[in-house]
Antibody
Framework: QVHLVESGGALVKPGGSLRLSCAAS????????MNWIRQAPGKGLEWLSY????????NYADSVKGRFTISRDNAKNSLYLQMSSLRAEDTAVYYC?????????????WGQGTLVTVSS | IVLTQSPGTLSLSPGERATLSCRAS???????LTWYQQKPGQAPRLLIY???SRATGIPDRFSGSGSGTDFTLTISRLEPEDFAVYYC?????????FGQGTQLEIK
Protein backbone atom coordinates (compact mmCIF):
# COMPACT_ATOMS: atom_id res chain seq x y z
CA GLN A 1 0.00 0.00 0.00
CA VAL A 2 1.44 3.34 -1.10
CA HIS A 3 2.08 5.70 1.77
CA LEU A 4 3.52 9.21 1.64
CA VAL A 5 4.17 11.17 4.81
CA GLU A 6 5.35 14.77 4.71
CA SER A 7 7.11 16.54 7.57
CA GLY A 8 9.00 19.72 8.23
CA GLY A 9 6.25 22.28 7.94
CA ALA A 10 6.58 25.20 10.33
CA LEU A 11 6.09 28.90 10.95
CA VAL A 12 8.97 30.80 9.34
CA LYS A 13 9.73 34.48 8.87
CA PRO A 14 9.79 36.10 5.43
CA GLY A 15 13.18 35.59 3.84
CA GLY A 16 13.76 32.45 5.82
CA SER A 17 14.43 28.88 4.76
CA LEU A 18 12.84 25.53 5.41
CA ARG A 19 13.34 21.95 4.32
CA LEU A 20 10.39 19.64 3.79
CA SER A 21 10.72 15.87 3.77
CA CYS A 22 8.52 13.09 2.50
CA ALA A 23 8.88 9.47 3.55
CA ALA A 24 7.60 7.02 0.97
CA SER A 25 6.67 3.37 1.37
CA UNK A 26 4.69 0.63 -0.34
CA UNK A 27 6.23 0.93 -3.78
CA UNK A 28 9.59 0.95 -5.57
CA UNK A 29 10.47 4.56 -4.88
CA UNK A 30 13.22 4.86 -7.47
CA UNK A 31 10.80 3.88 -10.24
CA UNK A 32 8.63 6.96 -9.88
CA UNK A 33 8.80 10.62 -10.65
CA MET A 34 7.94 12.54 -7.49
CA ASN A 35 6.37 15.96 -7.24
CA TRP A 36 5.62 18.73 -4.79
CA ILE A 37 2.27 20.47 -5.06
CA ARG A 38 0.92 23.14 -2.74
CA GLN A 39 -2.42 24.56 -1.76
CA ALA A 40 -2.75 27.97 -0.15
CA PRO A 41 -5.46 28.20 2.54
CA GLY A 42 -8.88 28.06 0.90
CA LYS A 43 -7.32 28.13 -2.57
CA GLY A 44 -6.64 25.78 -5.43
CA LEU A 45 -3.72 23.52 -6.29
CA GLU A 46 -0.37 24.64 -7.66
CA TRP A 47 2.24 22.26 -9.08
CA LEU A 48 5.74 23.26 -7.95
CA SER A 49 8.33 20.74 -9.03
CA TYR A 50 9.18 17.22 -10.10
CA UNK A 51 12.22 15.01 -9.94
CA UNK A 52 12.79 11.84 -11.95
CA UNK A 53 13.44 8.49 -10.34
CA UNK A 54 17.14 8.59 -11.11
CA UNK A 55 17.36 12.33 -10.22
CA UNK A 56 18.44 13.08 -13.79
CA UNK A 57 15.54 15.40 -14.51
CA UNK A 58 14.05 18.18 -12.44
CA ASN A 59 11.55 20.86 -13.32
CA TYR A 60 10.12 23.85 -11.48
CA ALA A 61 7.24 26.24 -11.69
CA ASP A 62 8.31 29.81 -12.38
CA SER A 63 6.92 30.89 -9.00
CA VAL A 64 9.59 28.89 -7.15
CA LYS A 65 12.42 28.58 -9.65
CA GLY A 66 15.70 29.71 -8.12
CA ARG A 67 14.26 29.64 -4.58
CA PHE A 68 13.22 26.01 -4.12
CA THR A 69 15.27 22.87 -4.78
CA ILE A 70 13.83 19.38 -5.07
CA SER A 71 15.94 16.33 -4.27
CA ARG A 72 15.56 12.70 -3.30
CA ASP A 73 17.46 9.92 -1.59
CA ASN A 74 16.38 6.61 -3.08
CA ALA A 75 18.31 4.64 -0.46
CA LYS A 76 16.12 6.26 2.19
CA ASN A 77 12.91 6.34 0.11
CA SER A 78 12.73 10.05 0.78
CA LEU A 79 11.86 13.19 -1.13
CA TYR A 80 12.89 16.69 -0.10
CA LEU A 81 12.07 20.29 -0.87
CA GLN A 82 14.58 22.92 0.20
CA MET A 83 12.85 26.28 0.31
CA SER A 84 14.64 29.60 0.65
CA SER A 85 13.79 33.30 0.37
CA LEU A 86 10.32 32.46 1.60
CA ARG A 87 7.51 34.92 1.05
CA ALA A 88 4.07 35.34 2.58
CA GLU A 89 2.55 33.96 -0.62
CA ASP A 90 4.40 30.68 -0.05
CA THR A 91 2.06 29.99 2.87
CA ALA A 92 0.31 26.74 1.99
CA VAL A 93 -0.11 23.06 2.63
CA TYR A 94 2.64 21.27 0.73
CA TYR A 95 1.87 17.85 -0.69
CA CYS A 96 4.30 15.12 -1.69
CA UNK A 97 2.80 13.42 -4.74
CA UNK A 98 3.73 10.35 -6.75
CA UNK A 99 3.38 10.27 -10.51
CA UNK A 100 2.13 7.14 -12.23
CA UNK A 101 5.03 5.13 -13.64
CA UNK A 102 5.96 6.39 -17.07
CA UNK A 103 4.67 9.89 -16.45
CA UNK A 104 6.21 12.91 -14.79
CA UNK A 105 3.01 14.64 -13.71
CA UNK A 106 0.07 12.23 -13.72
CA UNK A 107 -0.52 12.15 -10.02
CA UNK A 108 -1.98 9.09 -8.34
CA UNK A 109 -0.98 9.10 -4.67
CA TRP A 110 -0.80 12.14 -2.42
CA GLY A 111 0.43 12.56 1.12
CA GLN A 112 -1.70 14.34 3.69
CA GLY A 113 0.38 17.48 3.45
CA THR A 114 2.46 19.66 5.76
CA LEU A 115 1.63 23.28 6.54
CA VAL A 116 4.14 26.03 5.90
CA THR A 117 3.28 29.45 7.26
CA VAL A 118 5.40 32.43 6.29
CA SER A 119 4.75 35.34 8.60
CA SER A 120 6.62 37.81 10.75
CA ILE B 1 -2.12 26.40 -20.18
CA VAL B 2 -4.83 28.11 -18.15
CA LEU B 3 -7.70 25.83 -17.14
CA THR B 4 -11.04 27.48 -16.36
CA GLN B 5 -13.67 25.44 -14.58
CA SER B 6 -17.37 26.14 -14.58
CA PRO B 7 -19.53 26.58 -12.73
CA GLY B 8 -17.70 27.75 -9.64
CA THR B 9 -20.39 26.21 -7.46
CA LEU B 10 -22.96 23.60 -8.42
CA SER B 11 -25.92 22.93 -6.13
CA LEU B 12 -27.65 19.61 -6.73
CA SER B 13 -29.51 16.91 -4.85
CA PRO B 14 -28.51 13.27 -4.37
CA GLY B 15 -29.66 11.21 -7.33
CA GLU B 16 -29.27 14.07 -9.80
CA ARG B 17 -26.76 14.26 -12.64
CA ALA B 18 -23.77 16.58 -12.33
CA THR B 19 -21.92 18.06 -15.29
CA LEU B 20 -18.65 19.90 -14.59
CA SER B 21 -16.75 21.75 -17.28
CA CYS B 22 -13.06 22.48 -17.78
CA ARG B 23 -11.91 24.72 -20.60
CA ALA B 24 -8.24 25.08 -21.58
CA SER B 25 -6.66 28.21 -23.00
CA UNK B 26 -4.96 26.05 -25.63
CA UNK B 27 -5.21 22.48 -26.76
CA UNK B 28 -4.16 19.93 -24.13
CA UNK B 29 -1.42 17.72 -25.55
CA UNK B 30 -2.53 14.12 -25.92
CA UNK B 31 -5.76 14.97 -24.13
CA UNK B 32 -3.71 14.50 -20.97
CA LEU B 33 -6.46 15.80 -18.70
CA THR B 34 -7.32 14.48 -15.25
CA TRP B 35 -9.98 15.11 -12.67
CA TYR B 36 -9.45 15.06 -8.91
CA GLN B 37 -11.90 15.09 -6.03
CA GLN B 38 -11.00 16.82 -2.78
CA LYS B 39 -12.95 16.71 0.47
CA PRO B 40 -12.31 19.10 3.37
CA GLY B 41 -9.11 18.33 5.22
CA GLN B 42 -8.12 15.61 2.75
CA ALA B 43 -5.68 15.31 -0.10
CA PRO B 44 -7.05 15.17 -3.62
CA ARG B 45 -8.05 11.80 -5.06
CA LEU B 46 -7.52 10.84 -8.68
CA LEU B 47 -10.80 10.11 -10.45
CA ILE B 48 -10.20 10.30 -14.21
CA TYR B 49 -7.01 10.41 -16.28
CA UNK B 50 -6.35 10.69 -19.97
CA UNK B 51 -9.72 12.44 -20.29
CA UNK B 52 -11.71 9.18 -20.22
CA SER B 53 -10.07 6.53 -18.02
CA ARG B 54 -11.32 5.90 -14.52
CA ALA B 55 -8.68 5.41 -11.85
CA THR B 56 -8.61 2.20 -9.82
CA GLY B 57 -11.60 1.87 -7.52
CA ILE B 58 -13.56 4.78 -8.96
CA PRO B 59 -17.25 3.93 -9.46
CA ASP B 60 -18.65 3.94 -12.97
CA ARG B 61 -21.05 6.78 -12.20
CA PHE B 62 -18.00 9.00 -12.82
CA SER B 63 -17.13 9.54 -16.47
CA GLY B 64 -14.93 11.92 -18.41
CA SER B 65 -15.19 13.23 -21.93
CA GLY B 66 -13.88 15.91 -24.24
CA SER B 67 -10.88 16.73 -26.35
CA GLY B 68 -8.68 19.64 -27.35
CA THR B 69 -9.76 22.50 -25.14
CA ASP B 70 -13.12 21.39 -23.75
CA PHE B 71 -13.49 18.66 -21.16
CA THR B 72 -16.32 17.42 -18.98
CA LEU B 73 -16.68 15.35 -15.82
CA THR B 74 -20.09 13.77 -15.45
CA ILE B 75 -21.43 12.13 -12.32
CA SER B 76 -24.50 10.22 -13.47
CA ARG B 77 -26.33 9.87 -10.16
CA LEU B 78 -24.99 11.79 -7.20
CA GLU B 79 -24.32 9.93 -3.98
CA PRO B 80 -23.97 11.80 -0.65
CA GLU B 81 -20.22 11.15 -0.63
CA ASP B 82 -19.77 12.88 -4.00
CA PHE B 83 -20.25 16.37 -2.62
CA ALA B 84 -16.79 17.86 -2.69
CA VAL B 85 -14.51 20.12 -4.73
CA TYR B 86 -13.42 18.89 -8.15
CA TYR B 87 -10.29 20.01 -9.96
CA CYS B 88 -9.22 19.42 -13.52
CA UNK B 89 -5.52 19.22 -14.30
CA UNK B 90 -3.45 18.99 -17.45
CA UNK B 91 -0.24 17.00 -17.56
CA UNK B 92 0.46 17.42 -21.26
CA UNK B 93 3.08 20.08 -20.83
CA UNK B 94 4.98 22.03 -18.22
CA UNK B 95 4.02 23.99 -16.26
CA UNK B 96 1.39 21.49 -15.20
CA UNK B 97 -1.72 23.42 -14.27
CA PHE B 98 -4.94 22.97 -12.38
CA GLY B 99 -8.31 24.58 -12.75
CA GLN B 100 -9.57 26.71 -9.90
CA GLY B 101 -12.08 24.06 -8.84
CA THR B 102 -15.84 23.47 -8.85
CA GLN B 103 -17.58 23.17 -5.49
CA LEU B 104 -20.33 20.56 -5.72
CA GLU B 105 -22.72 21.20 -2.85
CA ILE B 106 -25.92 19.64 -1.61
CA LYS B 107 -29.01 21.59 -2.59
Amino acid sequence: QVHLVESGGALVKPGGSLRLSCAASGFTFSDSYMNWIRQAPGKGLEWLSYISGTTTYTNYADSVKGRFTISRDNAKNSLYLQMSSLRAEDTAVYYCVRAIRGYSALFDYWGQGTLVTVSS
Amino acid sequence: IVLTQSPGTLSLSPGERATLSCRASQSVTGNYLTWYQQKPGQAPRLLIYGTFSRATGIPDRFSGSGSGTDFTLTISRLEPEDFAVYYCHQYGGSPYTFGQGTQLEIK
